[in-house]
């Protein structure tokens, strides 16, 4: 199983970034998905998840701001971040919900500073 999370950077307070995140070795149509992260010296967090069908939940922290999509046919999985803040400054994973344990990437770092 492979889930490569790719699109971090680095973004000024209140600028997007779109993640995506490729899988492969999974049945993708009909697992949920999810995007998580972790801050440096914390445990990873869900941040948000979407089912085979479309519906989706969110985070508090991350609610009205975050936008989880999938696309079936490209077997990947979307995190659009609107109006960035530096406390979402993080390494993003995504991983099947609940997560699989051997199927966590590398990650990608999203640092939002001025």
């Known amino acids: 199983v492979q889930l490569q999370a790719s699109g971090g950077g680095l973004v000024q307070p209140g600028g997007s970034l779109r993640l995506s995140c490729a899988a492969s070795?999974?049945?993708?149509?009909?697992?949920?998905m999810g995007w998580y992260r972790q801050f440096p010296g914390k445990q990873r967090e869900l941040v948000a998840r979407?089912?085979?069908?479309?519906?989706?939940n969110y985070a508090d922290s991350v609610k009205g701001r975050f936008t989880i999509s999938r696309d079936n046919a490209k077997k990947t999985v979307y995190l659009q971040m609107n109006s960035l803040k530096p406390e979402d400054t993080a390494v993003y994973y995504c991983?099947?919900?609940?997560?699989?344990?051997?199927?966590w990437g590398q990650g990608t770092l999203v640092t939002v500073s001025s």
């Open positions: 070795g999974i049945v993708f149509s009909i697992n949920i």
């Open positions: 991983n099947t919900q609940p997560p699989g344990p051997d199927y």
């Open positions: 979407i089912t085979s069908i479309g519906s989706t």
